[in-house]
Nanobody
C-alpha cells in the first residue's frame, strides 16, 4: 500500500503560480505511473498530468505549456508546478499512484484562482 498526501494548494490571483506536492508513504521509484487530477465543483474529475517511472510525461491540452509534473524519487514526492493560472483552473487537485494492480488516491488540495 501507499498513502499519498497533497499540499501546496491555496488562493492565487490570475496569472500567478503554485507548486503542489504529493508525498508518498513509501518509495515511489517502482510505481508505474503517478499523476495529478482535478475536480471542479459540479464537474467530473479530469486528468491533468501523468509521469511514468521512466520520466515520460503527459498533459491535458488545457494545461500544456503552463503546468509541469516532476518526481523526486529520493524524496518520494511528485510535484505539479502550475504557472499562468486561470480561474478555470480552480478545483480540488488530487494525486494518484498506479502501482499495479492497485490505484491509490490522496485526499486532495484546493486550488482557487481569483479573477
Amino acid at each position: 500500500q501507499v498513502q499519498l498526501v497533497e499540499s501546496g494548494g491555496g488562493l492565487v490571483q490570475t496569472g500567478g503560480s503554485l507548486r503542489l506536492s504529493c508525498a508518498a508513504s513509501r518509495s515511489i521509484s517502482s510505481i508505474n505511473t503517478m499523476g495529478w487530477y482535478r475536480q471542479a465543483s459540479g464537474k467530473q474529475r479530469e486528468r491533468v498530468a501523468l509521469i511514468t517511472s521512466g520520466g515520460s510525461t503527459n498533459y491535458a491540452d488545457s494545461v500544456k505549456g503552463r503546468f509541469t509534473i516532476s518526481r523526486d524519487n529520493a524524496k518520494n514526492t511528485v510535484y505539479l508546478q502550475m504557472n499562468s493560472l486561470k480561474p478555470e483552473d480552480t478545483a480540488v487537485y488530487y494525486c494518484n499512484a498506479l502501482d499495479l494492480p492497485r490505484l491509490y488516491w490522496g485526499q486532495g488540495t484546493q486550488v482557487t484562482v481569483s479573477s
